[in-house]
């Protein structure tokens, strides 16, 4: 069946570095893709969105790449800080025939300081 | 804040209790959600309303009810559960249906069956 996942359940960094996490997804009429934050004991949090014409799209302080080729998404967090601790999740969804927004099982990531 | 509201935060109940979970979305969104949130597992979509109407029913058990009185207010009523169906419940909102994303997540109730 179809499904995102991604590559690593969980990932450890020095506050200050850059971190990048992955996604992985397989159905390739995906055209849209989401990257939420979801912080202990609250819900997911948008963090930044991509279409499938683009490849690359930035925001504050995170990136989103997408590379439809191999189907792979991943969020890059610069000078990443304590506050970033989370898990990290990838969401898609075949707009162009209102299909479900799909979740991946999360990254675990904690910043140490 | 997100804009998306829901109470209670946590909850234990029996299995023959009958209880109700609230969500309240203050952004003026159309599209309403209940998602199953368990342990190591994808979030689950269980129920779409767009308009007050249910749209999607993603073959969620009898024992969960859900009620969309309007736009703004969402909720899930609950009786006879297992203890499998311990887990978080999240509410989501969207301006429109599944097309118009993204959705707001409130901070979920915490469901403990005893």
């Known amino acids: 069946g179809e499904s995102v996942g991604l590559h690593l359940p969980t990932l450890s960094v020095q506050e200050g570095d850059n971190s990048i996490i992955n996604c992985a997804y397989s159905n390739s009429a995906s055209d849209y893709f989401i990257w939420y934050k979801q912080e202990s004991g609250k819900g997911p949090q948008f963090i930044i969105d991509i279409r499938s014409n683009m490849d690359k799209r930035q925001g504050q302080r995170v990136t989103v790449l997408l590379n439809k080729t191999v189907k792979h998404l991943s969020l890059q967090i610069a000078a990443t800080q304590p506050g970033d601790s989370a898990v990290y999740f990838c969401a898609e969804v075949e707009e162009t025939s209102g299909s479900r927004l799909t979740f991946g099982e999360g990254t675990q990531l904690t910043v140490n300081p | 804040e997100t804009g998306v509201t829901q109470t209670p935060r946590h909850l234990v109940m029996g299995m023959t209790n009958k209880k109700s979970l609230k969500c309240e979305q203050h952004?003026?969104?159309?599209?309403m959600y209940w998602y199953k949130q368990s342990a190591k597992k994808p979030l689950e979509l269980m129920f779409v309303?767009?308009?007050?109407?249910?749209?999607e029913n993603n073959s969620v058990p009898s024992r969960f009810s859900p009620e969309c009185p309007n736009s703004s207010h969402l909720f899930l009523h609950l009786h006879t559960l297992q203890p499998e169906d311990s887990a978080l419940y999240l509410c989501a909102s969207s301006q429109g249906g599944l097309r118009d994303q993204p959705q707001h997540f409130g901070d979920g109730t915490r469901l403990s069956i005893l």
């Open positions: 309303y767009n308009f007050k109407e249910q749209t």
């Open positions: 952004l003026g969104h159309n599209a």
